[in-house]
């Protein structure tokens, strides 16, 4: 299995929702990543976990607040969302952190 | 420090060539090129290391000047499957690793 899966594909929520964001890979990688993306721009890193600790966090609103259970599996759980958040969040993993970075499909998040 | 890149956009006619720039004001431990077709999830392409170690696709060429801290992504005999939006990534040296792309180059081959 050579891909990174993310569920759900799309999500619309209010901003006193809370959700959680799904991301799975069994390629065996120890570092999984966050980003968001906003139309047209790049990928934005938000978190980085290697080894199932939280290595990076860039200053991230705690709105967003990941976890990692396991070595396979990132989630990142959503609470009071603002508007400006809505965006497509892509999650990655690489075999190591700082190496080839592969990514899932994204989830297509809309608050409204 | 997010890289430069350039050009912003370009179109080209399939077998053209093409070479798409990356350019820091920070020394680099690393850049990585990655494409991302619309309505898709970015895909690696090549990962150049100080030192001059690489990591990538066969078909994909690229090179990296270490003293002036740019890379270049080079497309020949361009495809229609080469179409998209590149990105380079740059980790800046002694940043703890994280990248931080440029803003991205969209590349257009036409038939």
């Known amino acids: 299995d050579t891909e990174v899966t993310q569920t759900p594909k799309h999500l619309v929520m209010g901003m006193t929702n809370k959700k959680s964001l799904k991301c799975e890979q069994h390629m065996g990688h120890r570092a999984m990543y966050w980003y968001k993306q906003k139309a047209k721009k790049p990928p934005e890193l938000m978190f980085v976990?290697?080894?199932?600790?939280?290595?990076i966090n860039e200053s991230v609103p705690s709105r967003f607040s990941p976890e990692c259970p396991n070595s396979s599996l990132l989630n990142l759980h959503l609470h009071a969302l603002q508007p400006e958040d809505s965006a497509l969040y892509l999650c990655?993993?690489?075999?190591?952190?700082?190496?080839?970075?592969?990514f899932g499909p994204g989830t297509r998040l809309t608050v409204l | 420090q997010q890289p430069v890149q350039s050009p912003q956009a370009v179109i080209l006619r399939e077998g053209e060539d093409a070479v798409i720039n990356c350019s820091s004001s920070k020394a680099l431990y690393s850049v990585h090129w990655y494409r991302q077709k619309h309505g898709e999830a970015p895909v690696f392409l090549m990962i150049l290391l100080k030192g001059g170690e690489q990591k990538g696709h066969e078909k994909i060429s690229a090179s990296f000047n270490e003293k002036k801290q740019q890379s270049s992504l080079y497309l020949t005999a361009s495809q229609l499957s080469y179409s998209g939006t590149y990105f380079c990534g740059t980790e800046i040296y002694n940043q703890g690793g994280k990248l931080i792309f440029g803003q991205g180059t969209e590349l257009s081959v036409k038939p």
């Open positions: 990655a993993s690489s075999q190591v952190f700082r190496d080839e970075q592969f």
């Open positions: 976990y290697s080894y199932e600790k939280l290595s």
